[in-house]
């Protein structure tokens, strides 16, 4: 079938150890987003690319990279974690021809990322 | 800006009771509007989506939600539920800058 896979499901590391989490999708979409749920909150969008245009919110902190080396594969690296970076983080995937499919999105299961 | 509101935090409900969850948005043109649905610890899951048409909308797991323009709602349902549909449910809506915007969600209890 085709997914959105999230390696690995569970991460922890150190206040102010860099990690790099993974996402790689076999839909062959376009659009790929990494977004950042906290406890009980909705999902909030860091950043996105098109294809391999980078697309950073606002309000992303620079502590929070991304790279997409190919259509498959994009990483989410977090430079120097700190206590308030711990939350479950959401890869997605959209076709992003029109309107309507850019915004079809398919998530990942999601990692959970614990910071000690 | 579009936004939505899920004036709902928590409901609570018993197996084989209907169930619904409100949603509200705010947006000027017409919308596109989802639903998705979280387990615990997992990703977010489709239920379903309305782009335009036919305004009563069926989703997968026997959901379905009504689009209401007058009422600037999209309303999610379900007749009967099942302890499996304990979850998170977020509304979204998509605004021209082509992102989704999530309601703060709504936690779902089923009681025996």
């Known amino acids: 079938d085709a997914m959105v896979i999230q390696n690995p499901r569970y991460q922890v590391t150190q206040f102010g150890k860099p990690v790099t989490l993974s996402c790689s999708q076999t839909l062959n979409h376009n659009v790929m987003y990494w977004y950042q749920q906290k406890s009980s909150q909705a999902p909030k969008l860091l950043f996105h690319?098109?294809?391999?245009?980078?697309?950073n919110e606002a309000d992303t902190p620079d502590n929070f990279q991304s790279r997409r080396p190919n259509t498959s594969f994009c990483f989410l690296d977090i430079r120097s974690p700190g206590l308030g970076d711990a939350a479950m983080y959401l890869c997605?995937?959209?076709?992003?021809?029109?309107?309507?499919?850019?915004?079809?999105?398919?998530f990942g299961p999601g990692t959970r990322l614990t910071v000690l | 800006a579009q936004s939505v509101t899920q004036p709902d935090i928590h409901i609570t409900v018993s197996e084989g009771a209907s169930l619904e969850l409100r949603c509200n948005y705010s947006y000027g043109a017409t919308p596109y509007l989802f639903w998705y649905v979280q387990s615990p610890g997992q990703g977010l899951q489709l239920l379903l989506k309305y782009f335009s048409g036919d305004t009563l909308v069926q989703g997968i797991k026997g959901f379905e939600a009504e689009f209401k323009r007058s009422q600037s709602s999209f309303n999610l349902r379900k007749p009967s539920v099942h302890w499996s549909d304990a979850a998170e449910y977020f509304c979204a809506v998509v605004g021209n800058d082509y992102k989704l915007s999530f309601g703060a969600g709504t936690t779902v209890t089923v009681r025996a």
């Open positions: 690319y098109y294809d391999k245009d980078f697309n």
């Open positions: 997605a995937t959209s076709p992003g021809i029109s309107k309507s499919s850019y915004n079809e999105q398919f």
